[in-house]
């Protein structure tokens, strides 16, 4: 804009110098030519910086071409990078494709200072964007890594003091957010103080009072944010730019949300949304009408609300933001459901539990991806102790003889050897211990009800399983069966089982669905990392029942009265994905010789020696073939068949079942 504001005056000052001479001297048709070959050229001039400004737009193809084109990796690296950055803030999963090609190529060339903004880009596109806190948090961590790297090289030696504080307040500012989004408010203040500390950082630049104000509403610190607020809002009377930032206006909209000014929150976000738009920061845009949606409804302005919220399934064609499309749908069944126009309800109800099972897909994909991370860590350093090792028995086999180096290495091997065996027992204690924690958070009997046969299994796959089952007794009007499976096996799983008991003992008897509510909560504050309790709840009355689950295979359902078994199949994340998640509960009768079976997906999941699943379909079957049989003869046959579907294997994930059959009316 400047180029061509420029060009203007130029033209304005040649048009004014020959009308003016036109004035003095009358017309002349040599002054007149002059004119209009001057106006040729300068269209010309104009044409050509167009056509320029139009070729540096970017291009996918040619930069592809490029780096073809290239041999040189620092060019091919520098080229990935700038590809991603083009997708910041719209398409998070692209940015971090190309990213991640960048990386591969800068570090096999030690480039550490690209390795540097490469991981800080990452981070930032993880948390703000996709919402993978944990690989952000990780990514964090190796941008504060390669900036210790990076420090120590020649180029980093060269920053002033205040480059290199301005260098580690972005570091820290990246973990604390990634520790905020995670839900461990210590932390992210931890760092974020540690930014306050740093030699000459400018506390009155716009970015710090930003990152203040946006780190204390994700921790829900709302004085704090308010008082960052008014900092920006003092700021922006004095440097206008300000207020053509989308941002600006969508976390004061956050905090007028708290203080339940609907009206100036939806203003507020309509604003932004329109910044949003015009910078092509469509993050922003989604998460300013997914805020202005929220807001009119507060407002009961229900045809604005639904506006805002078709708009972020619009937008999120092309974007991704999940869970504020999730919560956008949400809103829309709910809104839908008010108005009694059931078949529209229904359809957002389904696309929101479509949307759930993705995130919850995502996670599990998250979480291999991350055990993934931390093994190419592990093969790393494993590498270059072997590295060192080579070096000192090098160095070594040089300064000693023969006979010396061979009483080292035989010393050596006979301290390894003890010092294996130390390792070993200390292992095979832990292990015992948590095996005996395990079995004390079962119970020591099962409950002794008149009217209802009970029976229950446990088969873990390593020493220390996941699975957990439970029961309690509520004034002798309800039992509560409780059957779960934490994420993986061994120690980790046994502290996830050990929290799930202990948060279960301080819940009252409440709906089912309810206990699973909070015990989410009680889960996701204790912050295990990634790992998730599936688990699902069964209150049993005198002739019904209640289901509610959170991420756990179907119950099944025997009616004795038909001889068929209904699968029951209830969709939710496991507990510790996301705060203030909410479950469905479903209501069954209960008559005599009906049967309910809670189970682990280690049965089901079983595979053969060709690794063929038992599957579902043959566990309905086999219930149905067997509902005439007591809840212990359930459990035989159960296990009988699927022993013989495993042809001699151990399983490979624990099996759990919990059986229970009405035997009184």
Not at 281 to 300: C, R, S, T, V, W
Not at 432 to 443: E, G, N, R
């Amino acid at each position: 804009m400047k180029k061509y504001l420029l060009i203007k005056l130029l033209l304005k000052g040649i048009e004014q110098q020959v009308f003016s001479q036109d004035k003095k001297s009358g017309f002349d048709f040599n002054r007149v030519i002059e004119k209009i070959i001057l106006l040729v050229f300068l269209v010309f001039f104009i044409n050509t910086l167009i056509a320029q400004d139009a070729s540096k737009k970017f291009n996918l193809q040619d930069s592809l071409k490029r780096i073809n084109a290239t041999s040189d990796p620092k060019t091919k690296a520098q080229i990935y990078f700038r590809t991603g950055q083009h997708y910041n803030y719209n398409k998070g999963d692209s940015a971090i494709f190309y990213y991640k090609e960048a990386e591969k190529i800068a570090k096999n060339n030690n480039l550490t200072r690209l390795l540097l903004v490469l991981n800080g880009n990452m981070s930032n596109q993880e948390y703000h964007v996709i919402g993978n806190y944990p690989l952000a948090l990780y990514h964090a961590f190796e941008t504060f890594r390669y900036a210790k790297i990076f420090e120590n090289s020649p180029e980093g030696k060269e920053m002033s003091i205040k480059s290199r504080s301005s260098m580690y307040a972005s570091v820290y500012l990246n973990i604390a957010y990634s520790y905020a989004f995670l839900g461990n408010k210590a932390k992210a203040l931890e760092y974020f103080d540690k930014t306050e500390n740093l030699p000459e950082r400018n506390k009155l630049s716009y970015g710090y009072f930003h990152g203040a104000r946006q780190l204390h509403i994700n921790l829900k610190e709302w004085d704090k944010a308010k008082y960052y607020n008014s900092k920006l809002i003092e700021m922006s009377k004095k440097d206008t730019t300000i207020l053509q930032r989308s941002n600006f206006y969508m976390y004061y909209a956050d905090i007028l949300m708290h203080e339940k000014k609907y009206q100036s929150a939806a203003s507020n976000y309509k604003i932004g949304i329109n910044r949003a738009l015009k910078t092509k920061l469509f993050k922003d845009a989604l998460e300013g009408n997914l805020g202005a949606a929220l807001a009119y409804k507060e407002l009961n302005q229900t045809d604005s609300s639904i506006y805002h919220a078709d708009n972020v399934n619009s937008l999120s064609k092309n974007y991704i933001f999940t869970e504020g499309q999730l919560n956008a749908n949400i809103l829309l069944y709910k809104i839908y459901k008010q108005k009694g126009n059931k078949d529209s309800a229904f359809k957002y109800l389904e696309y929101s539990d479509s949307l759930r099972r993705k995130m919850f897909d995502n996670a599990k994909a998250n979480e291999a991806q991350n055990m993934a991370i931390s093994e190419e860590d592990k093969q790393r350093e494993l590498k270059e102790q072997e590295a060192e090792q080579q070096k000192i028995l090098i160095f070594t086999a040089i300064a000693f003889l023969v006979l010396a180096i061979g009483i080292y290495l035989n010393g050596k091997r006979k301290q390894k050897s003890k010092i294996k065996k130390i390792e070993d027992d200390r292992k095979n204690k832990e292990l015992q211990a948590a095996q005996d924690l395990q079995i004390s958070m079962l119970p020591k009997q099962l409950p002794q009800n008149a009217d209802l046969d009970i029976a229950a299994f446990i088969r873990s796959s390593t020493e220390v399983g996941g699975d957990y089952y439970d029961f309690f007794e509520h004034k002798g009007k309800a039992l509560y069966s409780i059957c779960g499976d934490a994420t993986g096996h061994g120690v980790a799983s046994g502290m996830m089982v050990s929290v799930t008991k202990a948060g279960l003992n301080g819940i009252d008897a409440l709906p089912v669905d309810t206990i699973l509510h909070k015990l989410n909560n009680i889960v996701k504050n204790v912050d295990l990392g990634t790992l998730r309790m599936s688990l699902n709840v069964v209150q049993i009355k005198s002739n019904e029942f209640e289901l509610s689950s959170a991420g756990m295979p179907p119950v099944y359902h025997y009616v004795a009265a038909t001889n068929k078994v209904e699968e029951i199949l209830t969709v939710g994340l496991p507990l510790g994905g996301l705060r203030e998640e909410h479950f469905d509960i479903l209501k069954r009768s209960f008559n005599k010789g009906d049967i309910i079976v809670q189970l682990s997906d280690g049965l089901p999941e079983a595979p053969n020696l060709v690794g063929e699943m038992y599957d579902y379909d043959r566990l309905r079957q086999l219930i149905e073939d067997n509902g005439k049989k007591s809840a212990q003869g359930m459990i035989d046959s159960l296990m009988v068949s699927v022993d013989a579907w495993l042809q001699g294997q151990h399983n490979p994930d624990d099996i759990t079942l919990v059986v229970t059959k009405k035997i009184n009316d």
